[in-house]
């Protein structure tokens, strides 16, 4: 199983970036995908999650109507699209998949750096 976070970097205070999720090794359709962050000395958060039957997706409200979770369930990908970025948004980003939302991902996969300059 293998998930791989990309899409990261350096940009500047109302910028965007679109993070994407490359898995493989699982049935990716019948997973949920969550997105989560670490900043430094912060506590890992759940900011985006998005359902593998419904669709729905679930936002964090330091997140909510700035960034868009989506997946291409045939390309096993999903994606997170980020906009009006702020400073506080600087953190390491993960995506996992597990059963459903809300409950503990099953998968992990490596982290993209985000930092956002003020």
């Known amino acids: 199983v293998q998930l791989q976070a990309s899409g990261g970097g350096l940009v500047q205070t109302g910028g965007s970036l679109k993070l994407s999720c490359v898995t493989s090794?699982?049935?990716?359709?019948?997973?949920?995908i969550g997105w989560f962050r670490q900043a430094p000395g912060k506590e890992r958060e759940e900011i985006s999650c998005?359902?593998?039957?419904?669709?729905?997706?679930y936002y964090a409200e330091s997140v909510k109507g700035r960034f868009t979770a989506s997946r291409d369930n045939a390309k096993n990908t999903g994606f997170l699209e980020m906009n009006s970025l702020k400073p506080e948004d600087t953190a390491e980003y993960y995506c996992a998949a597990g059963a459903l939302c809300g409950q503990t991902m099953t998968y992990w996969g490596q982290g993209t750096q985000v930092t956002v300059s003020s």
């Open positions: 090794g699982f049935t990716f359709q019948l997973y949920a």
């Open positions: 998005i359902g593998s039957n419904d669709g729905r997706v």
